[in-house]
């Protein structure tokens, strides 16, 4: 499967991070979806089934801790790969991270090779095998 092929709902509240994201995936030529809110991305999730999630973890009303949760708890969607997107500024540990159900983690300000990386390792599709957990 190539990018093209690939749909990523990136899910972020700051319209300068929204853009800059959704611009390293359109030029490497994912298709993306967006959502502003935790709320927007359950709906949109639900509707457009998307091939992984971006999510960042601040977002007003349901956060992106809340909106995962409720991904990974429900059947339909939990087998949706959810790359939590971090500020620097509040970063958690990767592992206290995947403790609470994302498959990956994405620091801010974006690494693009690093995101791309992580595309790729998360969807299994694209580039030949992509490194699994870090040591
Ligand atoms: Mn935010």
Request: net charge negative; hydrophobic share 40%.
């Given at each position: 499967m190539?990018?093209?092929?690939?749909?990523v709902?990136?899910?972020?509240?700051?319209?300068?991070?929204?853009?800059?994201?959704?611009?390293?995936?359109?030029?490497?030529g994912?298709?993306t979806?967006?959502?502003?809110?935790?709320?927007?991305?359950?709906?949109?999730?639900?509707?457009?089934?998307?091939d992984v999630?971006?999510?960042?973890?601040?977002?007003?009303?349901?956060?992106?801790?809340?909106?995962?949760?409720m991904?990974?708890?429900?059947e339909?969607?939990?087998d949706?790969?959810?790359?939590?997107?971090?500020?620097?500024?509040?970063?958690?540990?990767?592992?206290?991270?995947?403790?609470?159900?994302?498959?990956?983690?994405?620091?801010?300000?974006?690494?693009?090779?690093?995101?791309?990386?992580?595309?790729r390792?998360?969807?299994?599709?694209?580039?030949?095998?992509?490194?699994d957990?870090?040591?």
């Amino acid at each position: 499967m190539e990018a093209s092929e690939i749909k990523v709902l990136i899910v972020e509240d700051n319209q300068m991070n929204m853009m800059l994201v959704k611009d390293i995936l359109s030029l490497n030529g994912y298709k993306t979806i967006e959502a502003g809110t935790g709320a927007e991305a359950i709906r949109l999730v639900a509707v457009e089934k998307p091939d992984v999630v971006l999510m960042d973890l601040h977002l007003p009303g349901l956060d992106g801790m809340a909106a995962t949760r409720m991904l990974k708890a429900d059947e339909r969607f939990r087998d949706i790969p959810v790359l939590a997107l971090t500020a620097a500024a509040s970063r958690m540990e990767t592992e206290e991270i995947l403790s609470r159900g994302f498959d990956g983690c994405v620091t801010k300000p974006i690494d693009v090779d690093r995101l791309l990386e992580e595309i790729r390792r998360c969807t299994g599709k694209g580039e030949k095998g992509g490194r699994d957990k870090e040591e």
